[in-house]
């Protein structure tokens, strides 16, 4: 099981970014709760927000209104819509998918990462 962020980059301040993750495998049964994290220079990686498998989405108090998380179910997708961006919001942002599979089981997923800065 394999997952591929992409959609990350250079913005201003107070722009707009979005990115997407997919995730692939010839075991994937099903993906319960996927979810996009950060980790900024020096810091520890943090939750940014997740949605479940029937759609109850989960938003750090610093994403709450400016970030949307949604999830294309049938392609195995995940997007996070980033708008209003700040010089803290510069990290690198990871997908997360908790996968149930057909040969290993239940496995927590994660993606390389997807660095976005954000310029001022």
């Known amino acids: 099981v394999q997952l591929v962020e992409s959609g990350g980059g250079l913005v201003q301040v107070g722009g707009s970014l979005r990115l997407a993750c997919a995730a692939s495998?010839?075991?994937?049964?099903?993906?319960?709760?996927m979810g996009w994290y950060r980790q900024a220079p020096g810091r520890q990686r943090e939750l940014v927000a997740t949605?479940?498998?029937?759609?109850?989405?989960n938003y750090a108090d610093s994403a709450k209104g400016r970030f949307t998380i949604s999830r294309d179910y049938a392609k195995n997708s995940l997007f996070l819509q980033m708008n209003t961006l700040r010089p803290e919001d510069t990290a690198v942002y990871y997908c997360e998918a908790d996968v149930a599979t057909s040969i290993e089981g239940y496995l927590q997923v994660w993606g390389q990462g997807t660095l976005v800065t954000v310029s001022s």
């Open positions: 949605v479940t498998s029937s759609g109850i989405t």
């Open positions: 495998g010839t075991s994937i049964f099903s993906i319960t709760t």
